[in-house]
C-alpha cells in the first residue's frame, strides 16, 4: 500500500516555479542570470509535472475505476482555473487594445475563444501574436498533452485485458521514444505537418507519463531503494549530467533518455524522502495556477516595457503567487469540493 503522506503538493509548487523563472529570465531579458538557470534547467518541471501525473492519476484509477468519477475529478481539476485564465486573457487583450470588443464577435476571435475553452489551447491567431511573446499563453500548450494523458490512461487499461498492463506500458513506452527521437533528427530543419501534429500529442512525452505509471505499477517492488533515498538519487543524477554535459530535453536523444528517466526517479523518491515536508502547504496547491498565469504576467510586463532588470523576476513571482492564490482559494478549491455533489 502506497502511503497518502508525500511530497507531491511539494514538488508540483518547485516545478512551477522552476517554469516561471526561467521563463521570465528568457523572455524579459535579464542577464547575468547563465549560471543559475544552467542548474535549474537540469530540473525540468514540465518533465517531472509529466512524471508525477503518470504516479498520481494511475493511483487516482487503480483505486477507483468509475469512470464518471474520473473524468469529473480530472474536469474540475483542470478546467476552472483555465476558464478563469481565459477570461483573465481576454481581459488583458482588450486593455492592451490588442483587440476591441466588437473584434470578439469576429469569426477569427470566436474560433479562438472555443480553443482556449476546450482543449485545443496551442491554436494562436495571427491577429494575437504581436503580444508580448507572440502568444497570449504559450505555456498552454501542455494541456491539451495532459488531456490526452487522462483519456488514454483509462483506455490502455480496459482494452486489450488479456495482454498484461506492463507490456502495453512497454510497447508505448518504446513507441514514445522512437517519435521522441524522431522528432529529435528533425530540429534544424522546417517543420513538417507531422511535426507539428506530433509536438501537440501525448506521443512524444508519452514515457515521461508511462515512467510514472511504471513506478506506482511496480511500487510494492522498487519502494525499498526509492523511498528515504533521494540524496543518494539526487547526487547520482546531478554527477551523470555532470560527466557527460547533458540536461533533460522533452525529446531525449542517446544519453539524454537516461538523464530523463533518473529526473523521473528522482522526482518520485522526494515524494517519499521526508515525507512530511509538505505539510506546513495545509493541502494548499497554488502550483497549477502557477504554471497557466505566468506568461500572462510575463506578457503584460513586456507589453509595458519591463525588461532587463531583476526587479521584474521579483515583481512576476509575487504578482503569480498572488493570482495564484486567489484562483485556489476561491475558484479551484471550491471547484475540487464539488467532487462529491456531482457524484
Given at each position: 500500500?502506497?502511503?497518502?503522506?508525500?511530497?507531491?503538493?511539494?514538488?508540483r509548487l518547485f516545478a512551477a516555479v522552476q517554469v516561471l523563472i526561467l521563463h521570465t529570465i528568457h523572455h524579459l531579458e535579464i542577464n547575468n542570470f547563465n549560471k543559475f538557470t544552467n542548474i535549474l534547467s537540469q530540473f525540468s518541471?514540465?518533465?517531472?509535472?509529466?512524471?508525477?501525473?503518470?504516479?498520481?492519476?494511475?493511483?487516482?484509477?487503480?483505486r477507483n475505476k468509475e469512470l464518471n468519477k474520473y473524468f469529473i475529478n480530472r474536469f474540475l481539476r483542470l478546467f476552472p482555473?483555465?476558464?478563469?485564465?481565459?477570461?483573465?486573457?481576454?481581459?488583458?487583450?482588450?486593455?492592451?487594445?490588442?483587440?476591441?470588443?466588437?473584434?470578439?464577435?469576429?469569426?477569427?476571435?470566436?474560433?479562438?475563444?472555443?480553443?482556449?475553452?476546450?482543449?485545443?489551447?496551442?491554436?494562436?491567431?495571427?491577429i494575437l501574436r504581436s503580444w508580448g511573446v507572440g502568444t497570449p499563453n504559450g505555456s498552454l500548450w501542455t494541456i491539451p498533452v495532459e488531456l490526452q494523458f487522462y483519456?488514454?490512461?483509462?483506455?490502455?487499461i480496459l482494452l486489450f485485458k488479456k495482454i498484461k498492463l506492463v507490456y502495453k506500458f512497454l510497447f508505448f513506452i518504446i513507441f514514445s521514444l522512437a517519435c521522441s527521437f524522431y522528432i529529435s533528427s528533425k530540429q534544424g530543419v522546417p517543420e513538417t505537418l507531422v511535426i507539428k501534429l506530433l509536438g501537440i500529442s501525448i506521443?512524444?512525452?508519452?514515457?515521461?507519463?508511462?515512467?510514472?505509471?511504471?513506478?506506482?505499477?511496480?511500487?510494492?517492488?522498487?519502494?525499498?531503494?526509492?523511498?528515504g533515498k533521494?540524496?543518494?538519487?539526487?547526487?547520482?543524477?546531478?554527477?551523470?549530467?555532470?560527466?557527460?554535459?547533458?540536461?533533460?530535453?522533452?525529446?531525449?536523444?542517446?544519453?539524454q533518455l537516461i538523464s530523463n528517466l533518473l529526473l523521473s526517479i528522482v522526482t518520485i523518491s522526494l515524494a517519499y524522502t521526508l515525507p512530511k515536508l509538505s505539510l506546513f502547504l495545509k493541502g494548499n496547491d497554488i502550483s497549477y495556477?502557477?504554471?497557466?498565469?505566468?506568461?500572462?504576467?510575463?506578457?503584460?510586463?513586456?507589453?509595458?516595457?519591463?525588461?532587463?532588470?531583476?526587479k521584474y523576476l521579483f515583481l512576476t513571482i509575487i504578482i503569480t503567487i498572488a493570482i495564484s492564490s486567489l484562483s485556489w482559494f476561491l475558484i479551484e478549491k471550491k471547484a475540487l469540493q464539488l467532487k462529491n455533489k456531482f457524484l
Open positions: 500500500m502506497i502511503s497518502r503522506e508525500n511530497n507531491f503538493d511539494l514538488l518541471g514540465v518533465l517531472m509535472f509529466f512524471t508525477i501525473s503518470g504516479f498520481l492519476i494511475f493511483s487516482s484509477f487503480d482555473a483555465l476558464w478563469l485564465c481565459f477570461i483573465i486573457t481576454l481581459g488583458l487583450l482588450l486593455f492592451f487594445n490588442l483587440i476591441a470588443f466588437n473584434d470578439i464577435f469576429s469569426w477569427t476571435i470566436i474560433k479562438w475563444i472555443f480553443t482556449q475553452v476546450t482543449v485545443f489551447q496551442f491554436w494562436t491567431p495571427d483519456i488514454f490512461l483509462p483506455l490502455i506521443v512524444p512525452y508519452l514515457y515521461c507519463f508511462l515512467t510514472g505509471s511504471m513506478m506506482y505499477l511496480f511500487w510494492d517492488k522498487i519502494k525499498k531503494i526509492i523511498e533521494a540524496l543518494y538519487w539526487l547526487l547520482f543524477y546531478i554527477i551523470f549530467n555532470l560527466i557527460f554535459d547533458i540536461k533533460p530535453s522533452y525529446t531525449p536523444v542517446n544519453l495556477g502557477m504554471y497557466i498565469y505566468h506568461m500572462l504576467v510575463i506578457n503584460s510586463l513586456i507589453s509595458f516595457g519591463y525588461l532587463g532588470d531583476v
